[in-house]
């Protein structure tokens, strides 16, 4: 079993920045990866951006330029900086963490809502 504890999010202008941090009971390098979600309200949860076991990192094509993934290894701990948020970034972000084979398990955080409005 993997815990996985965010923070960070709230209510921000447009054009603003965010960070949000997400904190798991286990080894980063015992994931194969750990990445942000994110869903709106009426839409379905996708991905926002994720980053591999050894460093490969992918964005949802929205948010390339704007928003970075990393990850402190030493703390268990992987980022996202949302930089000029725009109103459609608004939706509840979920940290995930992909572990195991055959099959492999999906792992989620409780949420963490993040508002763009003026």
């Known amino acids: 079993q993997v815990h996985l504890v965010e923070s960070g999010g709230g209510l921000v202008q447009p054009g603003g920045s965010l960070r949000l941090s997400c904190t798991t009971s286990?080894?980063?390098?015992?994931?194969?990866?750990m990445g942000w979600y994110r869903q709106a309200p009426g839409k379905e949860r996708e991905l926002v951006a994720d980053?591999?076991?050894?460093?490969?990192?992918n964005y949802e094509d929205s948010v390339k330029g704007r928003f970075t993934i990393s990850r402190d290894i030493a703390k268990n701990t992987v980022f996202l900086q949302m930089n000029s948020l725009k109103p459609e970034d608004t939706a509840v972000y979920y940290c995930?963490?992909?572990?195991?084979?055959?099959?492999?398990?999906?792992?989620w955080g409780q949420g963490k809502q993040v508002t763009v409005s003026s």
């Open positions: 980053i591999t076991r050894v460093g490969r990192i």
């Open positions: 286990r080894s980063i390098f015992g994931m194969n990866a």
């Open positions: 995930n963490a992909r572990a195991g084979t055959a099959p492999e398990y999906n792992y």
